[in-house]
């Protein structure tokens, strides 16, 4: 899992912070030419005023020309006498140890700046533009959708652009932002479904399960379904699939393994029917969990959506829970919303996960439509079924 995208984001990285450091000596080089143009033109600028002070000495004559250069000088002596004259009692002369301990704070602070500037560097958002396309290129390649690719953009934008960074330090503050932004993806909250189902006063509780054909549905219920049995929680499965050939044999061949009542009605049957007859008989017989396998679809078949929104009618199913292959990438996120927006899903979960080298559904998909993921599908067998962490996918993102 992530391995294509684990690769692809730690090559990114490094490669913007190899542009960041291989701009870094040039702006080194800027920096210490400036205050050495400053000092030589301080050093004009007082040389000019010495030079306007004290005149050539010229013969002494009585001249007009030797008369302004003697009014020059008293001009001159006269302003720094009112310079450093007190002109009024309450005003005190700065003692000489004062005017030391400023001048070498301002020297501490005029060389602060400079060790500052030669041993940090800064990122303008014009250079910021550039260097992201790395990165938006390695996310965008492994299915990450458009929308968390922006909002990683703008993470990192607020954290890197324009703020001094340490040299050599580039690389950790990339990589610690994109961790935070990462785990930001995952802030809806959690849905414990053993707890949720346990804190059920009045049984049963009902999962209505949706999502596109061949997308993991009916082999997720019977994962599921071996989850609840192995926390003592009795399951009754509903076959409301009547669309799909083979649909209701599948079903009950995991009620067979798993030795749980499947409730059916034949092809072409109504489905919403089917998962009222299951509810009644979960009430019935005191079980706890009602699984509603519903028919594929896609968004564009206006007749089954109807159907699927029947089904959601009758059962008022106390979790809708969207299934979507993760390999699918951007296509299963694009799924998922369009699930959402006809009947509302409350969570997600992404089969085929433990084949997914590129992880971008994994990364998107909560993100995007709001709802958590609750299970991941890691292979064929009743027990390969996992629950989300988030902590796990920033392991093996290596963040």
């Known amino acids: 899992m992530f391995r294509f995208l684990k690769d692809k984001l730690k090559s990114a990285i490094s490669s913007i912070s190899k542009k960041v450091e291989e701009e870094a000596p040039k702006e080194e080089a800027e920096t210490k030419e400036k205050p050495e143009k400053r000092l030589e033109e301080k050093k004009t600028i007082k040389k000019k005023r010495i030079d306007k002070a004290r005149p050539e000495e010229k013969e002494e004559d009585k001249s007009e020309t030797t008369k302004e250069i003697k009014d020059e000088k008293k001009g001159f002596f006269s302003k720094l006498k009112d310079k450093f004259i007190v002109k009024e009692e309450s005003e005190e002369p700065k003692p000489i140890e004062e005017l030391k301990e400023e001048k070498e704070d301002d020297k501490k602070t005029f060389f602060g700046r400079i060790k500052e500037k030669v041993t940090t560097t800064k990122i303008s958002e014009e250079k910021f533009g550039d260097l992201f396309s790395d990165l938006e290129v390695a996310l965008l390649e492994n299915n990450v959708a458009f929308e968390v690719v922006e909002k990683i953009k703008e993470d990192l934008k607020k954290d890197i652009v324009e703020k001094p960074i340490k040299r050599g330090d580039v690389e950790n503050k990339i990589r610690d932002t994109l961790k935070e932004s990462i785990e930001d993806l995952f802030l809806v909250p959690k ?15 009902v999962i209505c399960f949706v999502g596109v054909n061949g997308g993991g549905k009916t082999t997720s219920i019977g994962k599921v379904a071996y989850l609840l049995k192995k926390n003592s929680l009795s399951v009754v499965l509903s076959a409301s699939d009547t669309f799909r050939a083979a649909s209701i044999e599948q079903i009950k061949e995991w ?8 409730i059916a009605h034949d092809y072409g049957s109504d489905p919403a029917a089917v998962a009222f007859d299951a509810i009644k008989y979960a009430k019935a017989h005191n079980i706890d969990t009602v699984l509603i396998d519903t028919a594929g679809r896609l968004h564009s078949n206006k007749d089954l959506v109807r159907e699927m929104q029947k089904i959601v009618r009758i059962a008022k199913p106390d979790l809708k829970i969207f299934v979507g292959e993760a390999i ?3 296509d299963c996120v694009e799924q998922a919303k369009e699930f959402n927006d006809a009947v509302g899903i409350d969570g997600i979960i ?3 996960s433990d084949v997914d080298e590129k992880g971008g559904a994994i990364i998107s998909t909560s993100y995007v439509i709001h709802r958590p993921i609750v299970y991941l599908g890691t292979g064929q067998n009743p027990e390969d079924i996992k629950e989300f962490d988030k902590e796990e996918v920033i392991r093996q993102l290596n963040l």
């Open 350 to 352: 992404l089969a085929k």
């Open 191 to 205: 849905i414990n479904l053993i707890e949720k189902i346990k804190e059920k006063e009045e049984k049963p509780f």
């Open 255 to 262: 009620g067979s393994k798993l030795n749980i009542r499947v």
């Open 328 to 330: 699918t990438g951007n």
